[in-house]
Each structure stands twice: as structure tokens, then as C-alpha cells.
């Protein structure tokens, strides 16, 4: 899926967050969304998402402008075709690794009605075995960034947002996550990872700096 924002702006608390940001991630490869600490990545990745709208600008998915999209047909997006490995995870603690993965599995009520097997690949993929019976909750920070991407690996989405895929992992896991995402986009995925770590940056095909247009300068003529 090609994902494009054309020229967005998005204003939060009166502030403008981002300014005339345009960005074109491609199938089959990786954009890194970069930039200083408060530039916008995250939000902008979140525009880019479908989570959060945009107040000027367009949203375009293989050249449909979705921007007007409701929330019947942003959830159909992030159903059929969407994962987020987003910062605060959307990882449910009171639920199992099992179930944060394939959504459906009761792996500790000795039900399964997810895939075991894909299930126990992706798990694997991002060094989680035999973690599977146990509570979300009880995982630290940086396993449950890799959980997310069990749940990925698991739903082999068109299009995967990544929020800083390596800032809490040891660099055995960062390695393994920067070439699990590498995977996603030989597979023909599209991949978007907003990052400061220069290593992820180096496995990237493009790279977007956000806040180009944010001199202060620039921001008061808007
Ligand atoms: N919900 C919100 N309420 C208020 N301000 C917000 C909100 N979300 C983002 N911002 C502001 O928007 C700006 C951009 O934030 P964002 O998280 O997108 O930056 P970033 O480039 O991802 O930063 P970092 O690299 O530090 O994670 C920041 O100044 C932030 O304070």
C-alpha cells in the first residue's frame, strides 16, 4: 500500500504541531521518520495512521484520499490491513501474551482458537518463546514493544507503523528488530518508523525529516 500525506498541517492545544508535511512511504520499503525531539514524529505517524486527523492537507492510501474517512472505515483499514507498534504498545495487561498476539487465542484456558503455529512463529520471530502463557502485564517495557510485533508478525499486515522501534531494546533485540522490519518490506510491505537511532536509520530506504518547515519564522505566517 502506498501511504501518503500531502502538505498536512495538525494544530494541537492551539499549537501547531506540524506544518505542510508531505511524505510518500512506498511499498516494499522502509521510511524513517526523523527529526529533533518534538518535531512531530509520532504525530505525524499517527496522521499517517488514520488515529489522528488532520486539520489541513490530505491523507492518500494508493492514491485515495481517505482523509474524510469515518470511523467505520478508518477501523476497516486498521482491521484488514494496519499494525501499530505504537509507544504505549495497545498491549492489554490483564490479557496473555497469546492473546495480545492473535486476538482470539485462550491459550491459559487451554482453549486455542487462534493459529498455534503462527502463533509460536511469531513469538520466535521476536525471541518471546514460551512466554506465551503468560500475563501482558508482567512483561517490561521493551518486551512489550516486541509483543506489538508478535502481533504483527502474526497478522502479516499491509502497512505497519513503528514508534521508535529501538529505544528500549538491548542492541541483540535492536538487531533483531531492525531486521525483522527489513523482512516486512522485502515481503512487499509498507513500513513507517519514526526513529533517532541512526543504526534503524541505515536499514531505511527513505528518510523524512519532520519539522522541516517549523522555523519559528514559518510557523507565524501560517
Ligand atoms: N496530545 C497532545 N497534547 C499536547 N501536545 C501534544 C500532544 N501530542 C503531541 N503534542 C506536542 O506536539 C509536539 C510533537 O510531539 P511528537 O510526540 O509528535 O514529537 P516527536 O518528534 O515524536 O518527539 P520525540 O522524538 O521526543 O518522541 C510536541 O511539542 C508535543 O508536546
Redesign the pocket.
Known sequence: MLMEAQDISVA??G?L?LNGESVRCKPGTITALV??????????LHCLGLLLPVDKGSILIDGNNVTKYGTAARRQFWRNHAAFVLQDYGIMDEESVAFNVTMKTNIIGGRVSGNKEKLMHSLEQTGLTGRENELAGHLSGGEKQRLALSRAIYKDADILFVD?PTASLDEANRRTVIELLADFAVRGRTVIV?T?DSEMMEACDALHQ??ANNSPQKLRNI
Do not use: D, F, M, Q
Not at 527529526?35 to 505525524?44: E, H, P, Q, R, V
Open positions: 494541537i492545544g499549537r504541531v527529526g529533533a525531539s518534538g518535531s512531530g514524529k509520532t504525530t505525524l521508535e519514526s533517532h519532520v519539522g
